[in-house]
């Protein structure tokens, strides 16, 4: 008797389902290449090209001229979609971490007050500003059976994220994650989504069952302890691990054993019902920075491979078309006006309360505006559940990919004016083999 033989085996997945997921796979990760090269030629980072991507190919461009082909190759079928978006998940997961990794956590633990003070206005104003934009909009946006209240916090949440994926690769092309101010706005960036992904909780609540406060006490609660078990107990052991490896020059060991961190802890996170980047990001603190030498083939294969993909595909999401609607394109219009502005003043007043200069004030506003994924995210939970009708939906989608490719114009012509410190230079050196290994635009 066979004991691995299962009575009722999974079918494995089916040959066309395979065949359109290679080719999506392939042509997104062209066109993505292609119109990052673009970008770069307008002295722009890949990014934006790489966020267009899904853009041209999705309903937007591709569907309005070539209909059948895009309904071949992007079939709305939630199966096939889901392959897609697990290859990208992977993918944002490894970069995020990867990210995180060069964080300096010394240099973070001195200017905590600088982060919260930061995080606290680029989390609080433009949720405010939301709650109120959300009141005005016109009730066509919202889902039917849907209070007002409900649509209006939603639309804060929405405002509030950040996007620490695109956040992360936007600094890593740009060169400037060994900055301080790159380091302030990932630090920044992870504490405004982590609150962001709280307040959807929040909502998710508002529009189910009801809010429970011992549910958002739990849910913070878990976080603290995944955090304090990950920097307490995992890090000794990784640390041990990975010394070992380096020692040795394997790099096999070294980056199999920081893929199963990344992605134990992005799943430890999601068990905890908590967003798995959370996770990730959480793994690459623990990794720490002296690993560049050794990770630097798996940086290029998520630089080069895996982030142009999930940008790809978060941009498929975007259907232009519904905004020739003239109530819908005023409502966007007006929604991204209220997005930036009042991320991007949150984030200045709260740098510039606690001393920061004028420039690297605007930088930090600059980088924490850009929404990515994560908005996007927050826009398909709300058309989930009900509260966002699809115009709704494609607003926040549109208002996500147009604050993504906004960021990096401004934050390199601050960052520019910014001086180098000796404390930069250092950490620049620490950085060397990230910034040089190929990927980098």
């Known amino acids: 008797m066979n004991i691995w033989a299962a009575a009722d085996p ?20 062209g066109v993505a290449t292609i119109l ?22 999705g309903p937007s461009i591709l569907g309005s001229i070539s209909p059948d082909v895009e309904n071949w190759l ?34 973070v633990r001195r200017r905590v007050g600088v982060v919260a003070s930061v ?16 009141f005005l909009l016109p009730d066509t946006l919202i889902g039917e059976g849907t209070s007002n209240v ?31 101010v790159g380091q302030l ?89 908590l967003e798995a980047i959370l996770g990730a990001f959480v793994a690459g603190v623990v990794v720490g920075q002296n ?8 940086r290029t294969v998520v630089m080069t491979v895996f982030a142009p993909l999930f940008l790809a595909t978060a941009g498929l999401r975007v259907d232009l078309s519904v905004l020739a609607d003239p109530r819908v394109l ?17 984030s200045y007043a709260g740098a510039r309360v606690v001393g920061l200069p004028r420039l690297e004030s605007v930088a930090l506003g600059a980088g924490l505006n850009a929404r990515g994924a994560v908005e996007i995210v927050i826009a398909m939970v709300g058309l989930r559940l009900g509260v966002f009708g699809a115009e709704a939906y494609a607003v926040i989608v549109f208002v996500a990919v147009v604050t993504s490719v906004m960021a990096p114009p401004i934050l390199r012509w601050s960052m520019s004016r910014v001086d180098h410190t000796t404390e930069e230079e250092q950490r620049a050196q620490l950085h060397e083999k990230w910034e040089t290994a190929p990927g980098r635009e």
Do not use: Y
Not at 39 to 57: D, T
């Open 119 to 134: 995080s606290a206005g680029a989390f609080l104003v433009p949720l405010g500003a939301g709650i109120a934009a959300g």
């Open 291 to 298: 690993r560049a030498a050794l990770l630097a083939p798996l």
């Open 10 to 29: 999974v079918p494995q997945i089916g040959e066309h389902a395979l065949l359109i997921l290679l080719t999506q796979i392939a042509v997104l990760i």
């Open 36 to 57: 990052g090269k673009v970008a770069n030629r307008f002295g722009l980072p890949s990014i934006v090209g790489e966020l267009s991507a899904g853009i041209v190919m």
């Open 150 to 180: 409900t649509f209006a916090v939603l639309i804060g949440t929405a405002l509030s994220a950040s996007a620490v994926p695109v956040i992360a690769k936007t600094l890593l092309e740009m060169g400037l994650l060994h900055r301080n």
């Open 74 to 107: 992007f079939p709305a079928v939630a199966a096939q979609q889901n392959l897609l978006d697990a290859v990208g998940q992977i993918g944002i997961l490894l970069l995020v971490g990867l990210s995180a990794a060069q964080l300096d956590t010394a240099f």
């Open 185 to 273: 706005t990932l630090a920044s960036g992870t504490v405004v989504d982590a609150a962001a992904w709280l307040m959807l909780s929040v909502v998710s609540a508002m529009a189910t069952v009801g809010v429970r406060a011992g549910k958002i006490v739990w849910t913070i609660a878990s976080l603290v302890l995944l955090v304090a078990a990950a920097l307490l107990l995992l890090r000794p052991l990784v640390k041990v691990v990975l010394d070992r490896a380096e020692k040795h020059s394997d790099q096999r060991t070294t980056i199999a054993t920081v893929v199963v961190v990344i992605l134990g802890c992005a799943a430890a996170t999601q068990a905890l019902h």
């Open 330 to 346: 005023l409502a966007g219009v007006g929604v991204l006006a209220v997005a930036t502005a009042s991320k991007f003043v949150g």
